[in-house]
């Protein structure tokens, strides 16, 4: 079975702290992505990867940065956490040759 | 930009209706996947349909896709408490799209006893 694992699950900082959120996959999958997930929005694309040190931005990368140096870990980094910032985060991983992506369980960020 | 219009946003019914959610866009996927979530949890896939007109049964549940491509439906027959969650469609653009997807709002089914 592929895991997706996420560093926290429940996670509360400040307004202008730093925060990273970890994600790792244990399938050598290719692909990785970061979304975030607010009520009746659905799952926002943040930005995504498709190789080691490849990243490509998605549908709302303001505010966000990621860095993938090893193929199995995709790291969300926001610079200068706000509120608006306060979501679900949600890691997931896809092989090349298959539309299925395989999700974490998800971080719950609150920012004060 | 391609979207994907999910309807209804909540459904709250009665242990053993039936039910149908739906999805529509005016793009077409190359593949269109259900996903269902539970609280504190990550989408879990569902099933992928691939061709135009297939329908897919996974027990009381029945997917189709639409024969263009652009939308896709989810029939849930006898509906259990069990069913409860978030259920989420999601369209694949395909080609070098690095195998982006673009989700529906989600609808929130709650099943009474």
């Known amino acids: 079975d592929v895991k997706v694992t996420q560093s926290s699950r429940y996670l509360v900082k400040r307004t202008g702290e730093k925060v990273f959120l970890e994600c790792v996959q244990d399938m050598d999958h290719e692909n990785m992505f970061w979304y975030r997930q607010d009520p009746g929005l659905g799952l926002r694309l943040i930005y995504f990867?498709?190789?080691?040190?490849?990243?490509e931005k998605g549908d709302i990368p303001e505010g966000y940065s990621v860095s993938r140096e090893k193929k199995e870990r995709f790291s969300l980094i926001l610079e200068s956490a706000s509120t608006n910032q306060t979501s679900m985060y949600l890691c997931?991983?896809?092989?090349?040759?298959?539309?299925?992506?395989?999700f974490g369980p998800g971080t719950r960020l609150t920012v004060l | 930009t391609q979207l994907l219009e999910q309807s209804p946003q909540f459904l709250s019914i009665q242990e053993g209706e039936n039910l149908t959610v739906y999805c529509n866009s005016s793009s077409v996927f190359s593949s269109l996947q259900w996903y269902r979530q539970e609280p504190g949890e990550g989408p879990v896939l569902l099933v992928t349909v691939v061709t135009g007109g297939e329908v897919k049964k996974l027990k009381r549940l029945t997917f189709q896709f639409g024969d263009a491509r652009k939308d896709s439906s989810l029939h849930i027959t006898a509906a259990q408490t069990g069913d409860t969650g978030l259920y989420l469609c999601?369209?694949?653009?395909?080609?070098?799209?690095?195998?982006?997807?673009?989700f529906g709002q989600g609808t929130i089914l709650t099943v009474h006893p």
């Open positions: 990867s498709y190789d080691v040190k490849m990243k």
């Open positions: 999601a369209g694949a653009a395909g080609g070098t799209s690095y195998g982006k997807l673009t």
């Open positions: 997931a991983s896809r092989t090349g040759g298959t539309d299925t992506q395989y």
